[in-house]
């Protein structure tokens, strides 16, 4: 089993910037794919980047330009870098990770509150 405890949520205003950070413990694999998604109110969840453990990351492209995925392997801890903030980026924000053969394990984190608003 993994554990995600993601934090860094918050309120900011428009254009302004957050750093997302998603811890993972338990049983560790060293090749996984790491992902952040949102649900914004009343929409469906939807991908926002990705990263795997060979750095290769990819952006929705909503996001292309502002939000940087990165990870700490150390300490297998993984970042989203949040900037030019909007209101429509307004969300519930979860990562998740997948790992093991073809990544069939699948986690999520319980998610964390991301609000932009003036």
């Known amino acids: 089993q993994v554990q995600l405890v993601e934090s860094g949520g918050g309120l900011v205003q428009p254009g302004g910037s957050l750093r997302l950070s998603c811890a993972a413990s338990?049983?560790?694999?060293?090749?996984?794919?790491m992902g952040w998604y949102r649900q914004p109110p009343g929409k469906q969840r939807e991908l926002v980047a990705t990263i795997t453990n060979a750095g290769s990351t990819n952006y929705a492209d909503s996001v292309k330009g502002r939000f940087t995925i990165s990870g700490d392997n150390a300490k297998n801890t993984f970042y989203l870098q949040m900037n030019s903030l909007k209101p429509e980026d307004t969300a519930i924000y979860y990562c998740k990770r997948n790992q093991g053969v073809a990544f069939r394990y699948e986690y999520w984190g319980q998610g964390t509150q991301v609000t932009i608003s003036s």
């Open positions: 338990g049983n560790i694999f060293s090749i996984y794919r």
